[in-house]
């Protein structure tokens, strides 16, 4: 995180949280800075570290340093949650429509996995949900509860409209591993590809999936706290810390994107693509939802015909933009 996204951090919340004001005692002494509290969270959340790790370098107890941590990630959700934890605006999805695009996936909005998250203290009644064992949540459970086709069903996400193989299709997708459903809004690789088609379609497939993940990797290497155990904390205060590190992730690669992350995709798409993934400004998201809407909007998404309709088709635009690669010869 660079100096200057750290100290507005430190200013927004010294300023609008009443916990990170410096104040005075009886003697008009004054308490710990601002910058010692959110420096001794970021400490904490960065290394995964213990709470008393922080008493002799930022001259605060145990007790002081667990309660700036958890004033902390509130904090930074209630400030910047809104901006930095919100649903792709149309330009957004625009956006990755095009990178989709220029890796080969018209249409693909990136990937969709669930990580597991070992929690030691988890209690005995909880375990069967938490942990290994009849009931545990997995990525279809997750799935089954998961909000993400949530506006879709209810008519208020944008329309998407892209090509494949030169046919129209108006929902987009996420690549994922073997797990999840054949839905049309999930693209699987092929197991065990016979034939160079589906050979390489897998290759692409699960480069592109894993590039996706890689970008969790970069979280979980900022914040060891994601990556290790949850040791001591409860339910709530590990859902607080998760948001509050993926905000603050988000914070950093916008502060860090007009360096060196920003691109013209243009640039690198073959003379022969024109850029056929597009998302509907004008479409409105207004429509009166009712059960009828809905039910059919839910049978589009789960659509098993349309599926391998839309695998076959992306193999096809698969092989005739790389197949004739040499790396793939």
């Not at 949900?129 to 997995?138: A, C, D, F, M, P």
């Not at 607080?240 to 243009?266: P, W």
Request: charged share 25%; aromatic share 10%.
């Amino acid at each position: 995180m660079n100096k200057s996204l750290f100290m507005h951090i430190v200013d927004r919340l010294s300023n609008e949280v009443h916990f990170f004001r410096q104040k005075k005692d009886s003697l008009g002494r004054l308490s710990l800075s601002p910058l010692q509290k959110c420096s001794a969270a970021i400490r904490i959340l960065a290394y995964g570290s213990a709470a008393d790790t922080v008493d002799e370098y930022f001259r605060l107890g145990e007790t002081t340093a667990r309660s700036c941590l958890e004033n902390f990630v509130e904090g930074i959700i209630n400030l910047f949650g809104d901006e930095y934890l919100r649903r792709p605006t149309p330009a957004d999805l625009q956006r990755l429509l095009d990178i989709g695009e220029h890796r080969g996936f018209p249409g693909m909005i990136r990937t969709i996995d669930c990580m597991h998250r070992e929690w030691k203290n988890c209690p005995t009644v909880w375990k069967g949900k938490y942990s290994r064992g009849s009931g545990t949540l997995n990525d279809i459970n997750v799935l089954d509860r998961s909000p993400v086709f949530d506006d879709i069903i209810n008519g208020q996400a944008p329309q998407v409209t892209y090509y494949v193989n030169g046919r129209e299709y108006n929902l987009a997708y996420y690549l994922t591993d073997g797990i999840y459903p054949k839905w049309t809004t999930f693209i699987q690789s092929i197991p065990m590809p016979q034939g160079p088609k589906a050979v390489l379609f897998a290759q692409r497939q699960e480069a592109v999936r894993k590039d996706v993940e890689r970008t969790f990797g970069v979280l979980q290497a900022r914040f060891a706290i994601v990556k290790n155990p949850a040791l001591f904390w409860d339910k709530n205060k590990i859902e607080k810390i998760m948001r509050a590190c993926i905000i603050l992730h988000n914070m950093i690669v916008e502060d860090e994107r007009d360096g060196y992350t920003q691109f013209d995709v243009s640039e690198f798409q073959q003379g022969e693509d024109t850029g056929s993934s597009h998302v509907d400004l004008t479409y409105s998201t207004d429509i009166p939802t009712n059960i009828a809407n809905m039910m059919g909007v839910r049978t589009r998404i789960r659509d098993r015909q349309m599926h391998q309709q839309l695998k076959a088709d992306l193999v096809e635009h698969i092989w005739r933009k790389f197949g004739h690669d040499e790396d793939n010869i």
